[in-house]
């Protein structure tokens, strides 16, 4: 894997995979993971993992997750028996695996709630079969979660009481340009050259711009990845920029507004 590149958490002002494999290392400490779409959140948990060689098993939450889709449903056996299925969550729990659950406020109440007994006791109790599941010591939990903002402002409150039982660590889109096109550059130019440097660190320094007006479409790390891969299909690099910037545009934002400025990059 190439190793990402590292934002600094903005309040605690250390690098967030030092913080985050720190939080890791204490035991069953859940982690709460704020950032915007594409920073890169999943990824930086999935590499310390390969780093430590870990388990990591990643369960993206929407509004329709139930606790059974978890932990798992009551199933009947050939005999006529009804026993417990192991649930992704629950099988990464008893794997010793890093259990990341994507998105986690919009998934109903008490599906999350469920994992209370979890987090307060380090044991987990799945009412619907009464079952007391102690996970493998290894095991650990982080949540991702879209940040407050008006970018995500359809985004669901995450439940107070549930929140409190978390660390919280934000993780923002990278600063520093020439840090963010080494990244890319790594990633995309691998094995061979795709994008030329100079072209690379012009479509970051845009990015980095439409990051910082809220007005417009955000290209985001993993977009600027997308619009690589145009780039080597036989886009010509701006494009490949146009269409990302027309691919993530909200309803109430025009891509448009961002060609005089790209002008000024590529």
């Known amino acids: 894997m190439v190793p990402p590149a590292i934002p600094t958490e903005p309040r605690l002002q250390l690098p967030l995979d030092e913080l985050l494999a720190k939080k890791l290392a204490r035991g069953l400490v859940p982690i709460r993971l704020v950032g915007p779409r594409g920073s890169g959140k999943n990824y930086l948990v999935k590499y310390l993992c390969h780093r430590t060689n870990r388990g990591y098993v990643s369960v993206d939450c929407d509004e329709a997750t139930h606790t059974e889709d978890l ?3 009551l199933t009947p056996t050939e005999d006529g028996l009804i026993v417990p299925r192991n649930g992704p969550a629950k099988q990464a729990l008893l794997n010793g695996s890093v259990l990341v659950l994507n998105e986690f406020p919009v998934m109903r109440a ?3 709630m469920s994992l209370h007994r979890l987090l307060n006791e380090g044991k987990l109790l799945v009412k619907a079969h009464g079952e007391l599941v102690e996970p493998h010591p290894s095991a650990r939990i982080v949540i991702t979660m879209n940040p407050p903002t008006r970018e995500y402002r359809d985004s669901e409150p995450m439940n107070s009481a549930t929140r409190g039982r978390f660390r919280a660590l934000e993780q923002p889109y990278i600063q520093d340009v020439d840090e963010e096109v080494a990244t890319l550059d790594a990633q995309v130019n691998a094995s061979h050259e795709v994008v030329d440097r100079g072209t690379l660190r012009k479509i970051v320094q845009f990015a980095h711009q439409t990051r910082q007006n809220e007005n417009w479409p955000t290209i985001s790390t993993r977009n600027l990845t997308i619009l690589c891969e145009h780039i080597e299909d036989g886009a010509s ?17 025009y891509p448009e507004d961002t060609y005089e400025t790209l002008n000024d990059y590529v």
């Open 71 to 73: 932990f798992g449903p």
């Open 237 to 253: 690099p701006k494009a490949a920029v146009k269409n990302e910037v027309w691919a993530v545009a909200e309803p109430n934002q």
């Open 110 to 112: 008490g599906a999350a």
